[in-house]
Each structure stands twice: as structure tokens, then as C-alpha cells.
RNA sequence: GCGUCGGUGCCCGAGUGGACUAAGGGAGUGGCCUGCAAAGCCAUGAUUCACGGGUUCAAAUCCCGUCCGGCGCUCCA
């Protein structure tokens, strides 16, 4: 049984989907204005690991992730760049897609984009001022009331009394609003912002109601789980659960949030400055590095990201896979029974509110115990625990087989007649001349290793 | 200010009352293996979990206080 930590109900709860057998989720996406950092990655990490697992535990599991294309944030990088809105939003679309693809994040089931849901969203504005849940104020927009709605701050655990309190302390609350909690279902347009016709004047929608409408159109009114970045729970989700219940739908069953990345112990953002590009640390580290990394904490705990951080996955990447590469060359990478035992513990770790942590221990025991196997010659019990880290690290997304060798034919070809020729001079016991052949080969990038099948190669 | 989460070895980071005699990874050190390396294996490393009290037969884990920090209350992954 998966459980898993319910934001809504502040604790760790057993996951009985909807439909047995399979998971409907829907995950916030980008507002794409601006390149994807770091802390994007580990959000959009968070929720593939967890999609990932399901489907290895069996689910069938329909993945929504949208894009936000209009907004604040769009219509004023627009007019800073002089682009107009739908091309902004368009190139940093391409470039979030990219760079997410770069990283290894599968592809969402769907990837709606709020542009494309204007009807829906209007008719779901509609019905909520029929309902008396949302009101109108002329040449402003249309609010949602949040008055009727008694839960509301329960996702971050407050109380709207607490929370009327604490509005205005930071914010100018709008005088024409009803209750300083209400929020803009739709905005009337400024001139020279792009708009949308509406029974309410020409404006365009709000943040919040672009995710209710693409996910129940997707999901229907009722799905599994809705996630997103901790730093949305308040106000997004929280609004997004108040338009839902507003108008009577199920929504999302369940809410889990992933945690911020931090870099010298504050949040990576925009706002801050302090952000580093996916693409840029992409350049310097390996996506599989960042992976681990980012596995080797929960989900739910802030991390740092350093150098020494990103250097000590760099080694715990190496480890993997120089067991994988010893596995190989010593014939064992063909059918073998997994261990049992390394998989249950696997899945009780993982069961428990995705504890990639722990998940990983089990791999790594595993290296050790296959690794001691090998040199104990006993190639049964070492195939067993190879085939089983393949499978328990790719339900992580980390793939050890078929690594990148996409080296020139030209520098292969050198590699394997240099090699050829230390081989001979080892077997002379010309040790000299083997050495200095195998300097040549570090100066250029590659590490060898002899093993008792034979010396292999890598580039560094 | 209010709310909330957290402070674990040199570093990253699990663990939230009893097998913790504190996982796993990285770095270090010693040994084995190796022609030498690389890889690997073994060993070693917190008598202790920010600090001070308290509860308990038993606490890193619960309670109180103090200090420090993150996040939210505003756009944000």
C-alpha cells in the first residue's frame, strides 16, 4: 500500500485511487517567461520520480502538466523585449521543454495551455456568479467570494479569520473587494494588454482558474492528485480548491507539494537573483548527476545546492555505473532472478511517502553486495543483484545501461590500437611501455581499467 | 509581526519513542587485491543528533524555553 503526505490533511495517508489500477494527476507547470533554473528541475524531478514509481508499481497513470501563457509576469518581460506576448510565451515554452527533456523528465499525457481554455474558464466563471460564489466589479473583473468557504487556508493550516489578519500587512488590499481574501476569477483589461471577450468585458482570466478548468477537462471533476512547488500552496492551490468547492466538484482528492531548492540557504528565485539555469548547470554537470542529487533527498525536504553536494553525486553517479560497466564486462548482463529481498525493501521504502532516500540505500547495498559477490566469484549471486539494480534504479530514472558513447569513430579507433598495443607490451612485461601508453590515453580523456575479462575504456 | 518547517559526522543527507551499537553517498585514513594503476572489497570515523530544562523503564525522535535558519502570509516550481 502507497502512502504518501496529504497536504490538505497534514498527514502521511494510504492511496486508494479512484479508479483501482490507475492515478489521474495533475502537476502546476511553468508561466514561461524566462529561462527554467534549477528549483523548476526540482519540481518537475519531484513529480516524475513519483510518476515514474506508480507506473512501476503498476498504475496506469494519466500525467497533466501545464503551461501558463499569459499572465503578469508574460505581458511585462513582452513589453520589456518588445516580443509580443503569445512569441514570448511560445520561446520559453520551447526552451522549458528542452531543457526538461535535456534533464530526463518524461513528457506529460497532456500539456494544456491557458490560452486554450478561455471558454471553459469563462463558463466555469459564469457558473460560479450563478452560484452567488463569485461577483462582479464594474471595469475591474469578477471575484471569487471567499466568505462562504470556512476551510479556507486549510493547505497551509490557517484559519480565514488568521488569515484576514495577516492580509494587508504586506499587500494594499483592494477597497472594492467584498473581503480581503477575495481574488480575481477574471480581469478587465488594461490598455495595450492583450484580452479576451467576456460577459463581463473584455479582460483575462486569473491565475487560479486556468488550473481548475484544464484539470477537470482533462481529469474530470474528480481526480487523484494535484501537485505543484511548496510556494504555491498559498494563495494558488488554496484558491484553486475554493473556485472547485465553489462550484461543487470533487477536484483533487489528494495534494502533495514538493519542498524548494535553496542555494546558500536561501530559495533559489528569480526574484532573488540567485538562480542558476538548468542549462547552465547542465553544461557542467551530467542530468543523471543532478538526478541522484536531487533523489538523494526527500521530496519534502529543502535542499542546498552546492558544488561539494553536486561533486559527491558526481562520484555516487561513478560508483553505479563502474558496477555496471564491471557487471558487463564480466557477462552478467543477460537474464537473471532479482533479489527479492533488495526489491521489497526497495518498495517499502519507496511505499512510504516516496523515501528515495532510503530507496537508494537498498541500490547501494546492492552495488556493495554484487561487487563482493564478483570478487568472491560468485557470478549467480552478482547477476541477481545487477539485473535488480537496473530495474530499481530506472524506476528512479536513473539509467546506468546504454550510457552515452557517442565518441568518434576516429578517437574509438586510436583508443582500441592503442589498447591493443599496451596489451602486448603487458604481456611482454614491458610495464614501462604499457604505462606510458596508458599516460597517453589520461592525456587525452580516457581512463582504463584491467579487469580479469579484459581492459575497457572510458572517456572522462 | 503571524503561521509553518527545520538545525544530525569534514560535506551532502536518511532516521521522528526501544534491535540507533545514528542508513546511504562523497571526501579522508589504514589494509587487501593489482606488475603499478583504476575499479572493488574490508576496516576506520558522530559515546552523539543547535543549546538548556523536563516527561519516560527508554528520546536524535515527545513537551517547555532559548538561539539560529528556510519557506508562506506578494509574483514564484
Given at each position: 500500500m502507497i502512502s504518501f503526505y496529504d497536504t490538505r490533511r497534514r498527514a502521511v495517508v494510504s492511496f486508494e485511487p479512484v479508479v483501482p489500477g490507475q492515478v489521474s494527476m495533475y502537476v502546476c507547470g511553468p508561466t514561461v517567461y524566462d529561462d527554467p533554473h534549477v528549483g523548476h528541475a526540482r519540481t518537475a524531478l519531484t513529480f516524475d520520480m513519483i510518476r515514474r514509481y506508480l507506473q512501476w508499481r503498476g498504475f496506469d497513470v494519466v500525467f497533466v502538466s501545464n503551461i501558463t501563457d499569459i499572465d503578469d509576469n508574460i505581458i511585462n518581460r513582452a513589453a520589456e523585449t518588445g516580443a509580443t506576448e503569445p512569441e514570448l510565451a511560445a520561446r520559453y515554452e520551447q526552451v522549458y521543454i528542452e531543457q526538461m527533456d535535456r534533464f530526463g523528465i518524461a513528457h506529460p499525457d497532456h500539456r494544456p495551455h491557458a490560452t486554450g481554455y478561455i471558454e471553459q474558464m469563462l463558463d466555469f466563471i459564469g457558473e460560479l456568479v450563478d452560484r452567488g460564489a463569485a461577483y462582479a466589479i464594474e471595469g475591474k473583473g469578477v471575484y471569487f467570494s471567499v466568505a462562504a468557504h470556512d476551510r479556507y487556508g486549510d493547505l497551509i493550516g490557517r484559519t480565514p479569520e488568521e488569515l484576514?489578519?495577516?492580509?494587508?500587512?504586506?499587500?494594499?488590499?483592494?477597497?472594492?473587494?467584498?473581503?480581503?481574501?477575495?481574488?480575481?476569477?477574471?480581469?478587465?483589461?488594461?490598455?495595450?494588454?492583450?484580452?479576451?471577450?467576456?460577459?463581463?468585458?473584455?479582460?483575462?482570466?486569473?491565475?487560479?482558474?486556468?488550473?481548475?478548468?484544464?484539470?477537470?477537462?482533462?481529469?474530470?471533476?474528480t481526480f487523484d492528485i494535484h501537485g505543484g512547488g511548496d510556494d504555491l500552496a498559498f494563495p494558488h492551490h488554496q484558491n484553486e480548491v475554493a473556485e472547485a468547492e465553489g462550484a461543487e466538484l470533487g477536484f483533487a482528492r489528494h495534494w502533495i507539494h514538493g519542498a524548494m531548492l535553496n542555494v546558500n540557504g536561501e530559495k533559489m528565485a528569480k526574484s532573488l537573483g540567485n538562480f542558476t539555469t538548468l542549462s547552465d548547470l547542465l553544461d557542467v554537470y551530467e542530468p543523471q548527476v543532478l538526478r541522484l542529487l536531487m533523489l538523494q533527498t526527500h521530496y519534502r525536504t529543502v535542499m542546498e545546492l552546492s558544488n561539494d553536494a553536486l561533486a559527491g553525486a558526481s562520484g555516487a553517479l561513478d560508483r553505479l555505473r563502474a558496477w555496471h560497466r564491471r557487471a558487463v564486462a564480466a557477462g552478467l548482463d543477460q537474464p537473471a532472478a532479482p533479489d527479492a529481498d533488495a526489491v521489497a525493501r526497495f518498495?517499502?521504502?519507496?511505499?512510504?511517502?516516496?523515501?528515495?532516500?532510503?530507496?537508494?540505500?537498498?541500490?547501494?547495498?546492492?552495488?556493495?553486495?554484487?561487487?563482493?559477490?564478483?570478487?568472491?566469484?560468485?557470478?549467480?549471486?552478482?547477476?541477481?543483484?545487477?539485473?535488480t539494480v537496473c530495474d530499481l534504479a530506472g524506476a528512479l530514472g536513473l539509467i546506468l545501461a546504454g550510457e552515452a558513447r557517442d565518441e568518434d569513430d576516429a578517437l574509438v579507433a586510436q583508443a582500441e590500437k592503442l589498447l591493443a598495443e599496451r596489451d602486448e607490451a603487458r604481456k611482454a612485461r614491458d610495464f614501462a611501455a604499457a604505462d606510458l601508453i596508458r599516460d597517453q590515453l589520461a592525456a587525452e580523456g580516457i581512463v582504463i581499467e584491467d579487469t580479469p575479462g579484459g581492459t575497457i575504456w572510458r572517456k572522462t
Open positions: 484576514r489578519e495577516g492580509a494587508g500587512a504586506r499587500v494594499e488590499v483592494d477597497v472594492d473587494k467584498a473581503d480581503p481574501l477575495d481574488f480575481a476569477l477574471w480581469k478587465a483589461a488594461k490598455p495595450g494588454e492583450p484580452d479576451w471577450d467576456s460577459p463581463w468585458g473584455p479582460g483575462r482570466p486569473g491565475w487560479h482558474i486556468e488550473c481548475v478548468a484544464m484539470a477537470t477537462d482533462l481529469l474530470g471533476e518498495t517499502a521504502a519507496m511505499d512510504d511517502d516516496f523515501g528515495t532516500p532510503a530507496a537508494l540505500a537498498v541500490v547501494f547495498d546492492l552495488v556493495r553486495e554484487g561487487n563482493a559477490a564478483l570478487d568472491a566469484g560468485d557470478t549467480g549471486r552478482a547477476a541477481s543483484a545487477h539485473v
